[in-house]
């Protein structure tokens, strides 16, 4: 009996410090934990203008009191942000999207945004932004993704 416990502690051992390795976790696997901050996406052309204008565009989400992450993908036709609300303001969150939204429409008049405080859709964003980190993963399939998150934003509401 005593052996069997020898012989069997540092196996359950081994195997749960196996099972806690994964140090090198991706942003998306940990998005709805902790702030992860990324950096605002680009689908098509990579230009100064849209580079400026992404970061314009985070910079000022980012500067609103209520929130404390914010991811951007902008596609060809489309801008998505989604955004996460600080606990202490949940009940104001149709206010929130609300200003936002003015805010966005009165400094981007010509940008089409899809606006959304869903940890879900923050997610997909999330890993959006990652996949096209890959150069192998092409514009025609980040902008596919793209319209299929904003999809699921329109469903959802």
Do not use: W
């Amino acid at each position: 009996m005593r052996t069997k416990h020898f012989i069997m502690t540092p196996i359950i051992l081994l195997g749960l410090t196996g099972c806690g390795m994964g140090e090198d976790s991706k942003d998306s696997e940990l998005a709805l934990i902790k702030t992860t901050n990324p950096s605002p996406a680009l689908i098509e052309k990579n230009t100064k203008e849209d580079l400026d204008l992404v970061e314009s565009i985070k910079h000022d989400i980012a500067s609103m009191k209520e929130l404390y992450d914010v991811a951007i993908v902008k596609g060809k036709k489309d801008t998505l942000v989604a955004y996460k609300v600080k606990h202490f303001y949940r009940f104001q969150m149709k206010k929130i999207e609300k200003k936002m939204n003015e805010m966005l429409e009165k400094k981007y008049p010509d940008e089409n945004f899809t606006v959304s405080s869903d940890y879900k859709i923050f997610l997909e964003a999330v890993k959006l932004n990652e996949k096209m980190k890959d150069p192998n993963f092409s514009q025609e399939k980040a902008n596919k993704e793209l319209k299929k998150i904003i999809k699921l934003k329109q469903e959802l509401t």
